[in-house]
């Protein structure tokens, strides 16, 4: 896949992520890029990933052209305009917090919900497997009793995002309907559900007040009523939620994996999730 060259003058930033920056087209509206700080494959990747699951008619924006700007790659797409993230809008209106939660798990349970071609997909199990394989952080130990639990874990051909933050699902509002999608998809993968709800939970509990303001743009209390309404919406009333968050501490703390993955440190306040279970 060979990139189109672009000015990135064109441009105009709009935001950054944990991968990469954000652009809107100065004068087309139709337009909206995201350049990678690092990691060229990474590009690529989720633009493949991103073909397929909007072919799927998994509701997301239409991925474009691969880009380069002569140093870095980036991703053009069709622009959604008037978007807002779901972390951003309880940040805006806390007061709604639980509306927006409520919402965001009738999105989630939609796309876990749905059934994947898993020769077009990577296993869940199989990425993490690698991940495990290529950490420096954890012993050998450790990483057998991982490697166990992960394979023990419950065999699905359901879509996983595979970064399910609140922050990656965003929606458009008009006339009072709200129209949601999701973003992100460079590790979108197949498997058990619950490998993406620990990352819902990782990002509304596990995290200190300052980042959660700088990074959700809201308070840690709001972060935690949108996990209660969230959960409560997704598992249904007739949930025994101390069973339920027995299993979904674990999978929060195996999102570690992808953290440190990113971070390149070992994360003792997302491991502890772990310890006296899986290690």
């Known amino acids: 896949m060979t990139p189109i060259k672009i000015d990135l003058n064109d441009y105009v930033r709009t935001g950054e992520g944990a991968n990469g920056d954000s652009y ?86 939609k796309l876990h919900a749905t059934h994947v071609d898993t020769t077009q997909f990577e296993c869940v199990k199989d990425r993490l497997y690698k991940m495990l394989a290529d950490n420096p952080f954890f012993t050998d130990e450790q990483k057998a009793k991982i490697h166990a639990f992960i394979a023990a874990a419950p065999d699905c051909d359901t879509a996983i995002h595979g970064d399910l933050q609140f922050s990656n699902g965003i929606f458009t509002e008009q006339n009072g309907v709200r129209t949601p999608y999701f973003i992100d998809l460079g590790d979108f993968c197949y498997g058990y ?56 501490k674990i999978y929060a703390g195996l999102k570690t994996l992808i953290i440190e993955r990113d971070t390149h440190r070992p994360m003792p306040e997302f491991r502890a999730m772990l310890e006296g279970t899986v290690y």
């Not at 002569?70 to 917090?97: M, N, V």
């Not at 990782?202 to 309404?229: G, I, K, P, V």
Request: proline share 5%; glycine share 6%.
């Open 193 to 248: 559900p619950m490998f993406d709800i620990g990352m819902v939970y990782l990002c509304c509990c596990l995290n200190n007040e300052e980042w959660t303001m700088m990074q959700y743009h809201m308070s840690n209390a709001t972060a935690a009523r949108f996990w209660d309404a969230f959960a409560a919406e997704y598992f249904g009333p007739n949930a025994n939620m101390d069973e339920v968050m027995k299993e979904v």
């Open 24 to 109: 809107n087209h100065k004068t087309d509206p139709s337009i909206m890029l995201k350049m990678y700080f690092r990691n060229f494959e990474a590009a690529q990747l989720e633009l493949e990933l991103a073909q397929k699951v909007y072919e799927m008619g998994i509701p997301t924006p239409e991925p474009g052209d691969l880009v380069t700007d002569g140093e870095r790659l980036g991703i053009r797409f069709r622009r959604i305009e008037g978007k807002k993230s779901y972390s951003r809008a309880c940040g805006d209106d806390p007061e709604h917090t639980e509306e927006y939660a409520r919402e965001f798990a009738q999105l989630c349970k």
